[in-house]
């Protein structure tokens, strides 16, 4: 159950790596260069997100049919998926957590900076 629990964080903590990296160029994109980027980063993101789906959706039928219809477990999508995962994890093992850990702290960190200085002072008179 704890490593469940460990690969959940480690999930969550990697997602949220991402999220604060987009965040953090957005609050800090006082240039044009970028703003007029991000309609595309935008649209590649939608087309991760609708290939990341389309793979689940892909794998969950899959394993239903090696499960339940004693189908070959040999796929080459799953199999070009898994070597995909495992370079990546490779090269995350390869940096370690530390960095990971770091950038999501000063990307919150910033990006709540931030934030705080943006709010009004309330008028005390």
Same mark, same amino acid.
């Given at each position: 159950?704890?490593?469940?629990? &460990?690969?959940? @964080?480690?999930?969550?903590?990697?997602?949220?790596? #991402?999220? $604060? /990296? @987009?965040? #953090?160029?957005? !609050?800090?994109? $006082?240039?044009?260069?970028?703003?007029?980027?991000?309609?595309?980063?935008?649209?590649?993101?939608?087309?991760?997100?609708?290939?990341?789906?389309?793979?689940? *959706?892909?794998?969950?039928?899959?394993? @239903?049919? #090696? !499960?339940? *219809?004693?189908?070959?477990?040999? %796929?080459?999508?799953? %199999?070009? !998926?898994?070597?995909? =995962?495992? $370079?990546?994890?490779?090269?995350? =093992? /390869?940096?370690?957590?530390?960095?990971?850990?770091? *950038? @999501?702290? &000063?990307?919150?960190?910033?990006?709540?900076?931030?934030?705080?200085?943006?709010?009004?002072?309330?008028?005390?008179?």
């Amino acid at each position: 159950m704890l490593d469940g629990l &460990v690969s959940f @964080l480690a999930y969550a903590l990697g997602m949220g790596l #991402v999220v $604060t /990296a @987009l965040a #953090v160029a957005a !609050a800090f994109s $006082t240039g044009t260069g970028f703003r007029r980027v991000l309609p595309y980063v935008n649209r590649v993101g939608g087309a991760l997100v609708l290939v990341a789906g389309l793979y689940v *959706a892909y794998y969950g039928v899959h394993e @239903l049919r #090696v !499960a339940h *219809a004693d189908a070959s477990p040999d %796929d080459p999508v799953v %199999d070009a !998926a898994a070597a995909v =995962q495992d $370079t990546l994890a490779g090269w995350v =093992q /390869a940096i370690g957590p530390w960095p990971f850990a770091v *950038a @999501l702290t &000063v990307g919150v960190g910033l990006v709540a900076l931030r934030r705080r200085k943006r709010r009004p002072v309330p008028d005390k008179g």
